[in-house]
């Protein structure tokens, strides 16, 4: 259910980022003039976006999982939530001076020049490191997974659901109008909201199967299906 939320978070939250990374995206040099080319220099930008989540994601996870070990998993889910809910409440104050510092510099002016597929996928690694409200949900979400691989999976889905609209857009325009993005934009941060419920729900050890597994003191989950039934014995 987390990773299909991961998803979900990402193909919802990428109307808000064709707001932060459109222009990025309609920007790209075109490499070569056949279709092809243009699809693969596009799918590199993309990839490199995503590689840079999934080291994020990696890191997050194993902050998380030392949380865990420290005997901090019920506090670490509720605290995801609560931090989710914050960023989407004070999202609107983050500031883009650092995007367009970022992206303004001498490096990437020289990616940009260089029309490769290389320095493709390079500014597309520094895309992954723009300041974005939802990036933040979904790393506050990874560290919840508390694991290394599932906090990188996690937001390897989670740029995975960004992909076909930002792709689309890199293609062939910005086609989504302002009015159906405001729209949606208005919508999204719900799901932020309910995502964040579900991992408050989640660490409340409320012994309710996948949505909020009991937790026991030596920090297992125990599943209302595994637990040992009582055997009755005949003498």
Known sequence: MIFLTAFLTGLLGSFHCVGMCGPIALALPTIGNS?????????L???????????LGALFGAFGLGLK???LQQSISIAA??????TIL????????????LFSGNVIGKLFLQKSYTSMFAIGLLNGLLPCGF???????????????????????????????LFSVSMI???VSIKIRTRINKFTPVFAILIACIFIVRGMNLGVPYLSPKITTDQTTVKECCKPQPTSTYK
Do not use: D, H, W
């Open 35 to 43: 279709t092809s080319e243009k699809i693969i220099s596009r799918l």
């Open 45 to 55: 930008y993309n990839g490199g976006r995503i590689t840079t989540y999934c080291i």
């Open 69 to 71: 070990l420290a005997g």
């Open 81 to 86: 939530g609560i931090l989710i809910i914050i």
């Open 90 to 101: 004070f999202s609107g104050k983050l500031s883009s001076k650092f995007s367009l510092k």
């Open 135 to 165: 990036v933040y949900i979904a790393l506050i979400a990874s560290v919840a997974t508390q694991n290394v691989f599932q906090g990188s999976l996690f937001m390897a889905l989670f740029g995975l659901g960004t992909l076909p609209l």
């Open 173 to 175: 325009g910005q086609f």
